[in-house]
């Protein structure tokens, strides 16, 4: 039986870590043995499902300092695999030196989820220079590079210099929407009490995210319109923007809901959909939202919101950071809401039997 390891720093339950867990399922699906490899397992998250489903081999690694002797432990006693995909630098890039190093010849692929020049951008001239050159030497030894956009995919050629077949561009896969999905009898509620237009963001709260942006602007729709604002995530900056939500004055008309698992009701209940980051590798949120038939609006981040939404003609962009053209994109999106059935169709191009075809031919 073919065999595939799915390298983590954790099973938290973020984008990166959902998008390995769809990959995973369809790698089953195709008869692949998936074994997920973590540096460092925690409560929660994702880890209950892949223990359910799959092998889990938590590496034990506190710091990331650790996790190279850890990993290279691993392999030199393990079967290795036909194929590992590795995620997240600077994961990719220590686990292709190591890998190697151990011996490993199954064909390896790096998939880098987010700007890695925006991770970097409030670091040392030190991490610049270990990000770029960690990011040459990983093209030597990996079989692919995949960046989930188009524009990551270009940032990683430029911060690698490298040009050649070896890097490429799959999209992320989106699960497609769970039918009979329910919620807590207090977000129900919440929910059946909202009766004007409702807007919808879903996301971790920090800073990426760019939520003040977003209640800023929300403040400035509310001037001109009624309307609601669900907030669907939890986060360090949690506490800090209900205060900012205090102090605009509309606490009234936004719901911090935290953590939701089952967001199909959401989406099934917002008219529009609000991406408000400063940043993206891909915005999964983006293709789920399309597939539920919402308008979306996004800030034309880079990368992945202008690649999704076609420039425009699955939805409207603002500018990153402006909160008065994100204020007018929301008002747009109220009068002129984009045709239901055409954002469906575009949000399921991005299924994942589609994405896993990709992968299999790319490492095939």
């Given amino acids: 039986m073919p065999s595939v390891h799915i390298i983590l720093p954790s099973l938290s339950t973020g984008g990166a870590e959902k998008v390995a867990l769809l990959l995973a399922q369809e790698f089953k699906a195709n008869g692949y043995l998936v074994h997920f490899v973590i540096r460092q397992g925690k409560d929660g998250g994702y880890t209950e499902e892949v223990v359910k489903h799959f092998q889990l081999t938590d590496l ?3 710091r990331v300092r650790h996790f190279p002797a850890k990993l290279y432990q691993f392999y030199r006693h393990e079967e290795h695999p036909d194929i590992i995909l590795t995620n997240l630098w600077p994961l990719t890039s220590t686990s292709v030196f190591v890998l190697r190093l151990a011996g490993v010849k199954s064909k390896i692929a790096c998939i880098e989820h987010g700007s890695l020049r925006y991770q970097v951008s409030k670091k040392s001239r030190w991490h610049h220079w270990i990000l770029r050159n960690s990011l040459k030497w990983s093209m030597r030894f990996t079989d692919k590079m995949i960046g989930v956009s188009d524009g990551l995919k270009e940032e990683l050629s430029e911060l690698s210099g490298y040009k050649g077949a070896k ?5 992320n896969p989106i699960e497609l ?5 329910f919620l807590t009898g207090n977000i129900q509620q919440t929910l059946t009490n909202l009766t004007d237009h409702t807007f919808l963001f879903v996301g971790r709260l920090k800073r990426v995210k760019n939520v ?3 209640l800023e602007a929300f403040q400035k729709v509310l001037q001109k319109a009624k309307a609601e604002l669900i907030i669907a995530g939890d986060g360090a900056e949690r506490a800090q923007l209900e205060g900012l939500a205090n102090q605009l004055q509309i606490s009234s008309h936004v719901h911090f809901l ?8 959401l989406y099934q209940h917002a008219d529009t959909f609000v991406l408000s980051s ?3 590798g891909f915005g999964n949120v983006l293709v789920e939202a399309l597939m539920m038939g919402c308008t979306v609006v996004s800030t034309d981040c880079p990368y992945g919101p202008q690649e999704i ?6 939805g409207y962009l603002s500018p990153v950071g402006d909160a008065e053209g994100l204020a007018e994109a929301m008002l747009q999106a109220m009068d002129a809401p984009i045709d239901s059935a055409k954002a469906k169709a575009r949000g399921l191009s991005y299924a994942p039997p589609a994405i896993f075809k990709q992968y299999q031919q790319a490492l095939s």
Avoid at 258 to 265: I, K, L, R, S
């Fill in 309 to 314: 939404l076609d420039r425009g003609q699955f």
């Fill in 177 to 181: 929407p769970a039918p009979n999905q």
């Fill in 167 to 171: 890097l490429i561009h799959i999209p």
């Fill in 278 to 280: 400063d940043s993206e």
């Fill in 60 to 62: 034990k690694a506190p």
């Fill in 212 to 214: 003040p942006l977003l």
């Fill in 258 to 265: 935290g953590f939701v698992d089952a967001c199909t009701p």
